[in-house]
């Protein structure tokens, strides 16, 4: 957050602050609609809005509006960065409504934004875009066909938030024809495409047939992500299906969610048959057109790149305007997650970057309980995954998330968010030091929903021991090793008074994440490998034979305490098994 301060204070410095509001008119009278936009700065400007029109409105603070209705003219005062929409009353009249959107005092303070609303330019986004090896045209011909829908896009983003498209590049990527699950090709795209020269890359994949109804025909991981990936595909699906999937993800891009109105570009199932008819046009519904104005306002006057990077203003603003598309889209994750992301952009850089690698998981996990669950039937396509598979799903799909973080931030963060996910959140929440970490990352209310997702992950069949290995993992990151350790051992001594007894091959799993955190975080595991390479047997050593259900007394006769000869044999057993794992083995001489 400091260096979000000095940057503020710099442009207030060398531009001087606004308050910069966006409001957000839609027309559903079934007629034009003349009316007066009168800003309390500025000039007043006279506005037709065309029927069915959505149309956002800049300025720097507050504004009146002024329209004709049979009986006379009316004139409202309207508040900063909400969404009005113009109706007909039973009589016959037209009124202006506002949308509610969770508006508290704060909306109507506005956010503080330097320069102009007026003489901002509009702002330009470059992005790269790509094909896959599965695209059957010559460059010249699928170069010539992507630009103009990138050239339409950005027609249409520019209306609803003064934000466009460059192409800066073009290039091809080898996908992988292994892969059958979007998730896991987003990540692959992110490992194999830098967006560079462009801020944004934009990826067209030839590699399924695509189908219709609701599947993944395109996506990103969130506002401003660097990746965008595209379905390219069948010849069933028309030119203005394909550029409605690719608006639909650069609103997304932009801060768009999920909208329940039929109409819009923003409808969770594209592929319905609506673009291809002679009068559908791609349009934004008023809440998302709010959303995306006003992050463009954020990028035509700040440069941002990061949600992080917002101003707190609009961070608020934002967070209001999602909780309330979720709850008319109960059931729908788009919402949610960008509530959770607008949260975390108003954290520590770790906490942000763990909450993003959490809400993957969480995604992930809702993916995988939406699968039919396994009955032998070969035909039935990808079965729920359960057990071992589960927990490499999870640390796969984190690990792609991670990533795209800052390099400073990616391995504490991926370790916190696993850690939470497959550990014991709840635990984590009590261990003095850490606990304020773990609540940041994920409040309890958050933690219920993902345990009615997650399922039972395990590490060799276990769930015991997927727990010891990811708190480890935790506390390491937060800690350090040593304490991580100390912590695994003093938990079992503890056990040995009271409960299951200790257990050597809990002790074999708190040691082996200690030791996979720790390759983390010296980037002896690369982070970047393990969405293709994490496996269970490859960072989990056997717990064949090791002593379980220890009590105290078998304890002291048979072991003695930490400092035993017998006891540390155990640990060096284990630590054998540990170090004889492929990421561990000490190289040949």
């Not at 906490?351 to 699968?371: C, P, T, Y």
């Amino acid at each position: 957050m400091f260096h979000w301060l000095i940057s503020a204070a710099l442009a207030a410095t060398s531009y001087g602050v606004a308050i910069g509001d966006v409001i957000v008119l839609a027309n559903r009278t079934g007629v034009q609609l003349p009316l007066r936009f009168l800003p309390a700065a500025g000039q007043a400007q006279q506005v037709t809005l065309p029927v069915g029109e959505v149309m956002p409105l800049f300025l720097d603070g507050k504004a009146q509006v002024e329209f004709s209705s049979p009986g006379g003219s009316k004139r409202y005062a309207v508040d900063a960065n909400c969404a009005y929409f113009f109706g007909r009353r039973g009589d016959g009249r037209i009124d202006m409504q506002k949308i509610g959107l969770g508006e508290d005092g704060s909306t109507s303070r506005g956010r503080s934004l330097p320069g102009s609303a007026s003489r901002a330019p509009s702002a330009t986004i470059a992005v790269k875009i790509l094909v896959d090896e599965e695209e059957p045209a010559r460059q010249q011909h699928w170069e010539r066909r992507l630009r103009r829908r990138v050239e339409a896009a950005s027609a249409i983003l520019e209306q609803y938030c003064r934000v466009g498209l460059r192409v800066v590049a073009v290039d091809r990527w080898n996908s992988d024809n292994a892969t059958n699950d979007f998730n896991a090709s987003l990540a692959e795209f992110e490992r194999e495409v830098k967006p560079s020269p462009g801020r944004v890359a934009i990826g067209f994949t030839s590699q399924w047939t695509m189908v219709r109804g609701r599947t993944h025909m395109a996506g990103t991981r969130g506002p401003l992500h660097t990746h965008i990936l595209v379905r390219e595909g069948s010849p069933q699906i028309s030119e203005p299906e394909k550029l409605e999937f690719l608006v639909h993800e650069l609103g997304h891009h932009l801060g768009a969610a999920h909208s329940p109105e039929r109409g819009s570009v923003m409808r969770p199932v594209l592929g319905d048959n609506l673009a291809g008819r002679s009068d559908f046009r791609i349009q934004f519904d008023p809440v998302n057109t709010l959303a995306i104005a006003m992050i463009g306002e954020e990028i035509r006057r700040r440069n941002i790149k990061r949600l992080y990077d917002m101003t707190p203003g609009s961070k608020r603003r934002l967070s209001q305007i999602y909780t309330e598309l979720a709850r008319s889209l109960p059931g729908d994750m788009a919402a949610p997650h960008y509530v959770e992301l607008m949260k975390s952009a108003a954290g520590t850089p770790l906490a942000d970057g763990a909450k993003r690698v959490l809400q993957e998981i969480m995604r992930s996990a809702a993916a995988n309980r939406a699968l039919p669950v396994a009955n032998g039937n070969r035909n039935e396509g990808q079965p729920r995954r359960v057990g071992d598979a589960l927990t490499e799903y999870y640390v796969r799909q984190a690990a792609g998330a991670a990533r795209t973080l800052p390099d400073d931030v990616a391995g504490p963060a991926f370790l916190v968010a696993v850690g939470l996910a497959l550990g014991d959140s709840q635990l984590l929440a009590g261990v003095p030091g850490v606990g304020n970490l773990a609540q940041a990352v994920e409040p309890p209310s958050e933690r219920a929903i993902r345990l009615t997702l997650l399922g039972d992950p395990t590490l060799l069949g276990r769930r015991d021991l997927a727990q010891h290995f990811f708190v480890s993992a935790y506390l390491t990151a937060a800690l350090g090793a040593q304490a991580a350790d100390a912590a695994g051992l003093a938990k079992e001594m503890l056990d040995a008074q009271a409960g299951s007894g200790l257990s050597f091959a809990d002790i074999a799993a708190d040691r082996a994440g200690v030791r996979f955190a720790n390759g983390i975080l010296n980037k002896r595991v690369p982070l970047r490998l393990l969405p293709q390479l994490f496996s269970v047997a490859t960072f989990m050593p056997a717990v064949d034979g090791l002593p379980e259900e220890i009590t105290a007394a078998q304890l002291k006769s048979q072991f003695g305490d930490q400092d035993d000869r017998r006891f540390r044999q155990q640990l060096e057993e284990i630590d054998r098994r540990i170090l004889g794992l492929p990421p561990y083995r000490a190289p040949t001489p």
